[in-house]
């Protein structure tokens, strides 16, 4: 069965769909000419060759006759997971913000330009930012105009102005918009020093001025406007000092978790007993997608990460995820990718009829869930019952790797067990009843009296594969 | 703002602030190609100068034919 991809609409040009296990895009006449020109110059195939561009065969369009329009189909590479910005460290969106001008300054260089800059556009194979959108070339002739600058802006640089500028974490605001942050919003929320921070008189403060004004031309006048051309080096002087401006920010928000790996409450043999519990769960259940759900700076998915080809490793903290991020990215790595997810408030599904923009669990199912010292902040923090925990580590995954911290445990103490309440109690005894309801437990380990380790395979699951 | 927001093209706005980016060169063609426009986009945004380091292009505008008494429509912060 073809079904259309849910965010495509917005350019008929050329148009995704998902067929069977695959994704196909078809280009109408003008697109599939324009596409096909950028093939011959060899731009595209020099930003596949190196990563920036994700990789995809040409299909006969006879073939596939459900598809249209067919001037032109490809079947773009399926990546294992699709992270998207709310779920980005301030790293990855800055990544993914030089990614989308460096591509368009290649772009420029053969006479092509990118028609769209949303940050949907990129995601991550692992630590690496990689362009999804084949549809988005245009052709630029010597004269021109970038038109997505302001949508770039918008989608990029203000999140990153906001964190950078103003302390202000961009995830929870980018939950709640597929547009970025409005320039007259951006405006608003930078006062005092921040306004005389690089970049936020020209593309926040002067911006958002000239779009207010402009708001009262006539139709003449916003013709006259549109049809204004820059010269292409102006064009791509523009995207150069861009980059540089965003090449200089830096985030100033520390975490409250960054520093748990020092503070690591196990011993060293402990630790050892503990790191070769997973390592032998993960190998007996060996290869497919591993999401680590509590990553923290990541050292279980990382030692987890050579036994599968794809590593979700989530944290709430942006921080920690920023700083895991920025080491595999300098390692080059591709098949760990860091994100930004707050169990108690997942991505949710945005944009026309809620889905434009798929939620984080309609995308994230994996093989094996590593659920290390997540439930007791789940539950004693976060108030959710151990049940509902449970029943989202058994549809989550195939397998799971549970840590149940006893209340007696120092780091349950300290998040204070006064907190446990008769609405959702925190105990060995509950616990492993309700893991008994959902899972089919395979070994179980105490490394030390007040943590154990439950590895098992979800009844949840195999019900639902029966069913589908 | 919600409903004077939704009335405001982004896509007029990002252009001119395009042409103000691009800096000399840019404008300097820009002047050449179409100075009808420009000059009475200068007319109308002269009061923004003093705004930004960045805008140079305000630095190229023929400011001798924007009087600053002539109403601006932008609003001042």
Known sequence: MTTTEPSSFRDQSSRLFVAESRFLRGFDERSAETFLAAEASGVVAALVGRGKLVAYTTVDPSSVPEIQPSALVICPETLPFVSTPPEWSFSMLKDAALLTLDINAELLDH??????????????????????????????????????????????????????????????????TVEGIPVAEMNALLRGSSRRRKGVLTHVALRSRLERSASGYGAERRTEVAATQLPRQAVKATIVKLRKL?????????????????????????????????????????????????????????????????????????????????????????????????????????????????????????????????????????????????????????????????????????????????????????????????????????PKPTRLLVFAKSLAWDEASARA | MGLITAYIDPGTGATLMQLVLAGTVGIAAVVKLKWHSIKSFFKRSAGTSDESQDAQAEDESPRSEAPDSEASPIDHD
């Open chain 1, 246 to 446: 965003i090449a200089r920010l830096e985030s100033p928000v520390v975490g409250e978790w960054t520093d748990y790996e020092d503070a690591v409450p196990y011993a060293d043999d402990e630790h050892e007993q503990k790191r070769v519990f997973v390592e032998r769960a993960a190998r007996s259940v060996g290869g497919g997608v591993l999401i680590d759900v509590g990553a923290n700076t990541g050292s279980f998915s990382r030692a987890a990460s050579g036994l599968f080809d794809t590593v979700l490793a989530m944290d709430i903290d942006p921080s920690a995820v920023d700083i895991l991020y920025r080491r595999l990215a300098s390692e080059g790595n591709t098949s760990i990718t860091p994100l930004v997810v707050d169990l108690l408030n997942p991505t949710p599904a945005t944009g026309w009829r809620n889905s434009e923009r798929a939620s984080i669990f309609d995308r994230a199912t994996g093989d094996l869930g590593l659920w290390l010292a997540v439930l007791h902040h789940l539950t004693i923090t976060g108030g959710i019952p151990l049940p509902l925990s449970l029943d989202l580590a058994a549809m989550l995954t195939r397998y799971a790797l549970i840590e149940f911290v006893l209340p007696t445990d120092p780091m349950v103490e300290l998040i204070g067990t006064s907190r446990s309440s008769e609405a959702a109690p925190y105990d060995l005894a509950t616990f492993q009843a309700e893991i008994e309801k959902r899972f089919e437990v395979i070994e179980e380990l105490y």
């Open chain 1, 111 to 176: 006479g092509f330009i990118l028609k769209d800059a949303t940050a949907y556009n990129v995601t991550f194979k692992g630590a690496q930012p990689i362009f999804l959108d084949h549809g988005s070339v245009e052709r630029i002739g010597e004269q021109g105009i970038w038109s997505a600058y302001g949508q770039f802006v918008d989608h990029f640089v203000s999140p990153l102005f906001l964190e950078a500028y103003a302390g202000v974490a961009f995830q929870p605001r980018l939950r709640g």
